[in-house]
């Protein structure tokens, strides 16, 4: 009993390092940009498909292809900011919602007409690879996807903490205006901001290729996870986010468990429902819209 | 201005009614004819969506609890205990009343994005009770109704016509119930409340209670929807009463269309599903991705140039081209 609960943790920690990715892009922008990103999933699954293709007729491995996801969908990020959200950041929430919701449905459809609704594997050495410690099994590939994010994580608070540009993206969040007296150049940083997001994204979609099936929905199942795990974790904010989409791993993880396996979402949803009753500003909040 | 822009349009109206009621007389051609059913359908969805999200802007993407619980609580009722669907379809609506108050007490903590996303989890919620309600309601395999043949107390009719006017009957009831809402005191204060929900509270509406009531009345209006719906396909199963697509075509028919206004969940409405029927017929249906790859192109187009909605465009049209010959184009205020 104690071991099942034990393994039941584990598995729902190594699958929430990369629910973390995905909420801390979600979390990321809305910080900065203000824009709740409802395509943030879809993002994801264009990090998985661009390591499937890279696997299927390179035959590079998914870890490797990480390194050209995420610049990738860097670039995504930043015309999609130019182009896209730059245009309605003056519009009410009508357009700031139903842009990114609209993008998303587009995203998962082309996906649909180029991908067809297949599902998509990749085989890895270590993909059916794992190892024990007493009675309690770790994934080889789920246990380094966790790693790799728990670096990545630890990668951008060092450049928000760091560097100019993460510096002035805080600022940004903090007071737009007053970042704006400051000299701090918004358009850029904006850019940079959902640039990072979608390179985070990508990243998901990369380390989750060994252990996880694409097909033109599945950021679906990341997205509602990640904006779970921002409003628990407090809208905005990072560690916040990191933590909220650990415990939401786990609780989903717990309820197929224990509750039965079609009931992980059901668990997610109740406790969103119970955040916005009882805490609506998230675990971790001072500040809410 | 209100009672001008009102005379003006009512020959339209009129005109637009007559060639609705003789659709039915003129087109005998059953497959058009459910096309003409789903556009009333979907506009009657629309319009109960707009009441909330377009004049209240609380942008709701959960809108398929409703419509799931109206089907559910009628197909129950006729399944288990022989109830006629015209007393369900009423029941559905009560039910669905009943749900938007909880659900409405949790999401209106929340504004904006957050509000849309907790009222997608709502109906997610919904829908995965009803998978795992098994004895009650069917589960996962869902349920054909039962084919009574020509029942009209039943709900069930061998023509394809009388589907039709019922839908029709919706659509003009939603129509109603907004241009009255429109006119009165409610109307003015759900539009302060989309335009600035602290300012109003601070004029003195109580935005919560007005909030509370929309809610009530788009959640019975989506219910009925829901019931006519099973009634006309004679089958239903949680991932086509709670579907998110009946969630997103909802609030897409009104934003292309125009939130906020009377007709435009209507106009949105007949440019969707005309494009979506070209396109059926250009690719076959055999194509998944094709019609919402188009919708979401369209939506973006709409967001990004006319936020407004299309209905703004035509009204524009329409007073350049009837007011151009008088050479007093200017004078007319534009406020479609």
Redesign the interface.
């Known amino acids: 009993m104690l071991a099942t609960l034990a393994q039941a943790v584990i598995n729902g920690l190594l699958i929430g390092g990369i629910y973390a990715l995905v909420s801390i892009g979600v979390t990321l922008i809305f910080g900065v940009v203000k824009i709740v990103n409802f395509a943030q999933g879809e993002f994801v699954m264009i990090g998985m498909y661009i390591s499937f293709f890279l696997a299927s007729s390179f035959g590079v491995d998914p870890l490797l292809s990480l390194l050209i996801s995420m610049p990738a969908l860097f670039v995504v990020g930043v015309l999609v900011q130019h182009f896209l959200i730059r245009r309605v950041l003056a519009l009410g929430d009508m357009p700031q919602i139903f842009l990114t919701f609209a993008l998303s449905l587009l995203l998962m459809n082309v996906a649909l007409l180029l991908f067809t609704a297949n599902y998509r594997t990749v085989q890895t050495a270590y993909s059916e690879l794992s190892f024990h410690i007493g009675p309690l099994y770790f994934a080889a590939a789920k246990l380094i996807a966790f790693v790799i994010a728990m670096l990545l994580s630890a990668v951008l608070y060092l450049f928000l903490h760091g560097t100019d540009i993460g510096k002035a993206m805080r600022a940004a969040a903090q007071n737009r205006e007053v970042a704006m007296l400051m000299g701090i150049n918004p358009d850029r940083v904006f850019c940079v901001a959902v640039g990072v997001a979608l390179a985070l994204a990508g990243a998901a979609g990369s380390l989750l290729m060994p252990f996880y099936p694409a097909y033109p929905l599945v950021g679906q199942v990341f997205v509602l996870m990640a904006f779970v795990a921002v409003v628990l974790g407090t809208l905005g904010n990072i560690t916040g986010a990191l933590i909220a989409s650990l415990m939401m791993g786990v609780a989903e993880s717990l309820g197929v468990q224990f509750v039965g396996a079609d009931s992980g979402l059901i668990v997610v949803f109740v406790m969103l429902l119970l955040t916005l009753a009882l805490r609506p500003n998230g675990l971790f909040g001072g500040w809410a819209r | 201005m209100k009672s001008a822009r009102f005379t003006r349009s009512w020959p339209w109206v009129a005109a637009l009614a007559a060639a609705a009621l003789v659709l039915p007389i003129v087109v005998a051609d059953p497959f058009v004819l459910d096309i003409f059913i789903r556009v009333l359908l979907f506009a009657f969805i629309g319009v109960a969506w707009n009441l909330m999200g377009g004049y209240a ?1 609380q ?1 709701s ?1 959960g809108h398929a609890a409703y419509f799931g619980l109206g089907a559910y609580t009628s197909t129950i009722l006729l399944i288990r205990f022989g109830i006629s669907p015209w007393i369900g379809i009423l029941a559905g609506g009560v039910v669905a009343m009943a749900a938007s108050l909880p659900i409405g007490a ?2 209106f ?6 509000f ?3 009222t ?3 109906a ?2 919904l829908m ?2 009803f ?2 309600f098994r004895d009650f309601a069917w589960g996962a395999e869902g349920t054909t109704l039962p084919n009574l043949g020509d029942a009209p107390l039943m709900m069930q009719f061998e023509s394809r016509a009388a589907y039709y006017y019922m839908a029709l009957a919706l659509l003009a009831l939603g129509l109603a119930i907004t241009y009255l809402i429109e006119r009165s005191w409610m109307g003015f204060y759900l539009v302060a409340v989309g335009e600035d929900e602290d300012a109003a509270e601070a004029v003195g509406v109580d935005t919560t209670k007005i909030k509370r009531h929309i809610y009530l009345i788009s959640a019975f209006l989506t219910a009925l929807a829901g019931t006519f719906y099973v009634e006309y396909i004679y089958f239903i199963d949680p991932n086509t009463a709670f579907s998110f697509n009946v969630s ?1 075509e909802a ?1 897409l028919v009104s ?1 292309v269309g125009g ?1 906020g206004t009377l007709w435009g969940p209507v106009v949105g409405t007949v440019l969707l599903e005309a494009t979506s029927a070209l396109l059926q017929s250009w690719f076959g249906s055999g ?4 019609q ?2 188009v ?3 369209i ?2 187009a709409v ?2 140039w006319r ?1 407004n909605g299309l209905i703004g465009l035509f009204t524009e049209l329409y007073q350049r081209f009837a007011y151009a010959g008088a050479g007093r184009a200017k004078e007319v205020p534009l406020d479609g």
Do not use: F, M, N, W
Not at chain 2, 109 to 114: A, K, M, S
């Open positions: 802007k942008l993407l949790l999401c903590r929340l504004r904006g994005p957050y849309a996303i907790a997608i989890a709502t997610q919620v995965l009770l998978l795992k997103v609030a934003i939130i194509h998944g991705g094709v919402l790859t919708y979401s192109l939506l973006i967001i990004l936020p």
